[in-house]
């Protein structure tokens, strides 16, 4: 392990593997706004939900992805145009971003008020990641930087028996885009090199794409939610993949 790196790690797709929970959550809120999704999720939904899972960018999506779903849209479906359909759904239901952001997170306190056990079951850590953050806490600076709420991060890695101090979780609650947590990042810690690791294809190039950032090493987490296609993509545009076995060796 190299001790002048900084890691800046992504959470859901990279630590832990939350498809059925933010499937189920989703379910649960489109419920709550349009009375003909019934109360119970069925499986299919859930394994078609794993499908589109690459292109939600934050939780609260989930629940627009369930609606289609349950509308009859295929997978292939869901991806095409998936930001006009968002809107016209949001249009229609009379909701912003911002009632769906809330939602989504009150309904997952609800869970976790009325079951955490089983709450953190839905959201296991990748094989061998609890394990890999013990010892990377004893051997380098850490973060995460995600677009999950900060709250339901620290429920995991406590669950886990992972210390991470709150100000090193760089969450929704920050209003912060990626690119905006890493600069800070940076100057917070000069002279050391700076790692971050996502397995969305979009967030990493952004930060290529960003000058300021140019010193920042990108790892494209291939066990996440990516598509063949994206993994095709990073190939050509030299992003550097990752298989979990070689998580954290940089």
């Known amino acids: 392990m190299n001790h002048s790196i900084v890691y800046a790690l992504d959470f859901d797709g990279v630590l832990c593997d939350s498809a059925v929970e933010t499937a189920v959550t989703g379910w649960k809120c489109a419920g709550r706004i349009w009375r003909d999704v019934p109360e119970a999720v069925p499986p299919e939904m859930i394994d078609a939900f794993r499908r ?13 992805a369930m609606r289609l779903l ?18 016209n759904l949001m249009e229609q239901a009379g909701v912003t971003s911002g009632d ?16 955490l056990s089983d709450w953190i079951r839905m959201n296991p850590l990748f094989e061998g ?5 013990r ?9 995460i ?19 991470l101090a709150k100000e090193k979780i760089y969450g929704l609650d920050r209003n912060m885009s990626k690119p905006e947590i890493l600069k800070s990042l940076m100057k917070d810690h000069p002279g050391q090199r700076l790692c971050f690791v996502e397995d969305r294809l ?20 291939l066990w996440g939610y990516n598509t ?22 940089l």
């Open 52 to 64: 589109v899972r690459p292109i939600i960018e934050t939780g609260y999506e989930a629940i627009l």
């Open 70 to 87: 349950y509308l009859g849209d295929s997978v292939e479906d869901v991806y095409t145009d998936f930001a006009e359909k968002s809107r």
């Open 129 to 133: 990641i609890p394990e890999k953050l």
């Open 100 to 115: 769906l952001k809330k939602l989504f997170g009150e309904t997952r306190d609800l869970w976790i008020e009325a079951d």
């Open 145 to 163: 930087v995600t677009t999950k709420q900060e709250r339901f991060v620290s429920h995991i890695l406590r669950a886990n028996r992972i210390e």
């Open 202 to 221: 979009p967030a990493l190039l952004a930060v290529r794409k960003d000058d300021a950032l140019s010193d920042v090493a990108l790892v494209f987490a």
């Open 228 to 249: 063949q296609e994206d993994k095709a993509q990073a190939a050509q545009e030299a992003v550097l993949g990752q298989q979990l076995a070689d998580f954290l060796m």
């Open 135 to 143: 010892a990377l806490d004893k051997q380098a600076n850490w973060y």
